[in-house]
């Protein structure tokens, strides 16, 4: 079966220190993977999927950047944290056809100081 | 991209059947019908999907109106671990995008 890992389960960072947020996927090939953030007491906000290896889109323009090195593999980083990139980061995984739906990890809880 | 609307909140009594509504004018007539379900501090869950027909799985149904203007997810005996947020979704048929609202807060009453 299908597991996706997501870690860590908890961050607190600076404003201004790098972030690298790692999400991999297991028992698929081939995955489409997201990447989500969720303000408290709000929904969640894409800000990044992949339908393949290095191929990337942006759905929201912002200080952050997502990759993609390996099939099974997702990555959020910054540069440089601010204040309002405080969140609850969600990594998701869909297969490749349409209309099926997404799973998701278990989430990184970002706290900015 | 079409967008759904659902109530903020919605309570129900447990054991007893709940019925959570979701509106979705704009859908296109490939968009499929996806919810999701969310506890507090996890990432959401997938409940059910459909595109035309009503759909049962061992979580839930899916009543999808005739128009598919609007569907209702069906809980039919809500128990104190179906608290959570409910989220309705369109599957966007051009691209790769799930687009999550705010969701309807379901609370569950002992």
């Known amino acids: 079966s299908q597991t996706i890992h997501q870690w860590p389960a908890t961050l607190v960072q600076p404003v201004g220190s790098p972030l690298s947020l790692e999400c991999t996927v297991e028992?698929?090939?081939?995955?489409?993977l997201y990447w989500y953030r969720q303000a408290a007491g709000r929904g969640l906000q894409l800000l990044f999927y992949?339908?393949?290896?290095?191929?990337i889109s942006s759905e929201v323009p912002q200080n952050l950047s997502a990759s993609r090195p390996q099939d099974r593999q997702f990555i959020l980083s910054s540069k440089k944290l601010l204040l309002s990139d405080s969140g609850f980061y969600l990594c998701?995984?869909?297969?490749?056809?349409?209309?099926?739906?997404?799973?998701f990890g278990d989430g990184t809880r970002l706290s900015i100081l | 991209d079409a967008k759904t609307t659902q109530p903020n909140s919605m309570e129900s009594n447990e054991e007893e059947p709940v019925h959570l509504p979701c509106n979705h004018s704009?859908?296109?007539?490939?968009?499929?019908i996806h919810w999701y379900r969310q506890l507090p501090s996890q990432g959401p869950e997938y409940v059910i999907h459909?595109?035309?027909s009503n759909v049962n799985n061992r979580m839930a149904s899916l009543a999808i109106a005739e128009d598919r203007k609007s569907s209702t997810l069906i809980l039919h005996r809500a128990t104190l671990r179906d608290a959570a947020v409910y989220y309705c979704?369109?599957?966007?048929?051009?691209?790769?995008?799930?687009?999550f609202g705010t969701g309807t807060s379901l609370t569950v009453i002992p």
């Open positions: 998701a995984w869909s297969p490749g056809q349409q209309y099926q739906p997404q799973h």
């Open positions: 028992g698929t090939s081939n995955p489409n």
């Open positions: 992949s339908v393949g290896i290095g191929q």
């Open positions: 704009t859908i296109s007539g490939t968009d499929y």
């Open positions: 459909g595109l035309t």
């Open positions: 979704i369109l599957r966007d048929d051009t691209g790769n995008q799930f687009y």
